[in-house]
């Protein structure tokens, strides 16, 4: 399969062109032609010179990624983003991103695959941004301790070895869970307003523990990294169905 055909179809599949006035990056492919073949896909969270390196050791023909190496505009290719760009050239690796639409895919996404880990119930859409979404929303199947859920994140997420930190000022027991994976902070508002009882996410920001505190709500630190593996993973599965080899490159930050 060519690269440009496989971008086609997984920008179908992701809705790629209903992100496209409200993200950053340029999702599809960022680095490549279209004509290259495409036997081997490497996976990774992030298009760093590390996952670059690797995913030319491997053998692939293209490197998917969440995060890739075009935010906004690219006035000059120098620094850290000559580092990025060269090694793709040289070795002729291509860069497909799928940012914003794989946190938000309501079944392959990053938050879908943390409400599997959670086992919710009854999901629907939520963080809204412009007219899309990009996190859900869902009822555990029965009232559990907020420390329970941590606990479920912490066992089944690559935290790093780092612990999850927790914003106890909603209810000690949860029903009612709301996802925005990586930097999810800013829907602490949507969250209280939809009567949700945590907001699970990656990483906080200083104010978040005001809003929190003022709202009543809990909020879930469990890392922007360890929050954001599953649409990868998610996407690498649906290329082995489509024929595709795939090889998942794992990076952990620890943040």
């Not at 941590?150 to 106890?168: F, I, K, P, Y």
Request: charged content about 25%; some cysteine; proline content about 4%.
């Amino acid at each position: 399969m060519h690269a440009g055909e496989l971008a086609t179809r997984l920008d179908a599949e992701l809705a790629v062109d209903a992100y496209a006035d409200v993200d950053a990056s340029p999702n599809g492919l960022q680095v490549g032609p279209a004509d290259r073949n495409v036997d081997r896909v490497a996976l990774a969270v992030d298009a760093a010179a590390e996952t670059i390196d690797r995913a030319s050791d491997a053998g692939a023909d293209l490197l998917l990624t969440h995060h890739g190496i075009v935010w906004g505009s690219v006035e000059r290719v120098t620094g850290t983003t000559y580092d990025r760009v060269a090694p793709l050239i040289e070795d002729g690796l291509a860069l497909y991103v799928a940012h914003l639409p794989l946190d938000g895919h309501q079944t392959l996404g990053n938050a879908a695959g943390v409400a599997d880990r959670l086992g919710l119930d009854d999901r629907e859409p939520f963080g809204a941004i412009g007219s899309e979404h990009i996190g859900q929303r869902g009822t555990l199947p029965e009232s559990t301790p907020l420390s329970d859920l941590t606990g479920t994140l912490e066992s089944s997420l690559d935290t790093g070895g780092r612990a999850v930190r927790t914003l106890d000022f909603g209810p000690e027991s949860v029903d009612d869970v709301a996802i925005v994976t990586g930097s999810g902070a800013d829907w602490v508002g949507e969250a209280d307003e939809s009567d949700a009882d945590v907001l699970v996410t990656g990483e906080g920001k200083q104010q978040v523990y005001h809003e929190a505190r003022e709202a009543g709500i809990n909020v879930v630190l469990a890392g922007h990294y360890a929050t954001e593996t599953f649409g990868i993973q998610s996407v690498g599965s649906l290329l082995e169905e489509w024929g595709v080899e795939t090889t998942f490159i794992d990076c952990p930050t620890g943040l």
